[in-house]
């Protein structure tokens, strides 16, 4: 059963959305926008689209946009839109055609992919030339320690699976440094174009004080790159 099928954890999961106290609406979605290009006429692929904001958004802006989550559970609450096509596949053999996609998108899903090498070849393969290709994932420093613990970095080095428990226990992730995530785009025949660590501001924690944590260490890594 997919992570996000599991009725325990995706009760905690929807709740942590609901509230807002995840870093969703305060950091990963301004973060992400902030990278995206205008999506009027664009074919785009949501990696990873969760219940479809990200895809929505893009759509209501006049993208075509697939959208693809392993997530049963995830797609049946997704919002529908004339111009989002949802998907269910696993990101770790989802075929696209050749050539078909200007922009492919991913929000806080590429670390439950194992061979980030290998998906990163398959978007290469599925964007035009110049197209772009924008993720965000968790920080690799957030990532590292084998031994879940939140503010220290360790292990860093030793890419791979990791266990922590999120909500339920057993959730499996996977560690990849900086370079090497980076390393793998160039490797594909990417140009990167913007590499971003968002923290949340000193204003923002006195509003949102739960926020105090992203300022210790950064939460989030956001790529974009484009296909040379
Ligand atoms: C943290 S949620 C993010 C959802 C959405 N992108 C958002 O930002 O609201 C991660 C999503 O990735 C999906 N996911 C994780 N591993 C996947 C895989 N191997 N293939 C497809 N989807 C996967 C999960 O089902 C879940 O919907």
Redesign the pocket.
């Known amino acids: 059963m997919?992570?996000?099928d599991d009725p325990a954890f995706l009760a905690g999961?929807r709740e942590l959305?609901r509230t807002g106290l995840g870093l969703?609406d305060e950091l990963?979605i301004p973060a992400m926008e902030a990278l995206l290009p205008s999506a009027a006429g664009l074919r785009v692929a949501?990696?990873?689209?969760?219940?479809g904001?990200?895809a929505v958004r893009l759509a209501a802006a006049g993208a075509s946009v697939v959208a693809?989550?392993?997530?049963a559970s995830?797609l049946s609450r997704a919002v529908q839109h004339p111009q989002i096509r949802y998907l269910q596949?696993?990101?770790?053999q989802?075929d696209l055609p050749e050539s078909s996609l200007d922009l492919v998108v991913?929000?806080?899903?590429l670390h439950?992919?194992d061979d980030f090498t290998g998906l990163v070849g398959r978007v290469a393969r599925w964007l035009v030339p110049g197209g772009q290709f924008v993720f965000s994932v968790e920080h690799p420093v957030v990532t590292a320690p084998v031994e879940a613990a939140d503010r220290v970095v360790d292990d860093y080095a030793d890419e791979g699976l990791r266990q922590r428990t999120w909500f339920v226990d057993g959730v499996i992730k996977y560690h990849r440094t900086i370079g090497s995530t980076v390393e793998a785009l160039v490797a594909a025949g990417f140009v990167l174009e913007a590499l971003r660590e968002p923290q949340p501001s000193p204003g923002q924690v006195e509003r949102s004080p739960h926020l105090a944590v992203h300022r210790r260490r950064p939460p989030l890594l956001l790529i974009s790159v484009r296909r040379g």
């Open positions: 997919a992570l996000y999961y959305r969703n990963e949501d990696l990873g689209c969760g219940e904001g990200l693809v989550d392993a997530s995830m596949a696993d990101l770790a989802l991913s929000s806080l899903a439950y992919v």
